[in-house]
């Protein structure tokens, strides 16, 4: 994810992080079976996903802890 996308990200409410991340975990299972079947081409998609789940879930927990 580039900087411009994590900022716009980090500015977006917790609810809408939430559905966001759902998208992005739907993609990841997605991906994982096309790996298994061989249906994949480009692998670093599957990092790039999986990282952007991670920044995703820092920041829902960032959000959460100072309330």
Do not use: C, H, W
């Amino acid at each position: 994810m580039k900087k411009k996308n994590f900022q716009e990200i980090k500015n977006k409410p917790v609810a809408e992080l939430q559905k966001e991340l759902v998208g992005y975990r739907e993609r990841f299972r997605v991906l994982k079976f096309d790996l298994a079947a061989g249906k994949v081409k480009n692998i670093r998609e599957i990092k790039e996903v999986k990282k952007t789940i991670a920044q995703i879930l820092t920041i829902i927990n960032n959000k959460e802890s100072r309330k």
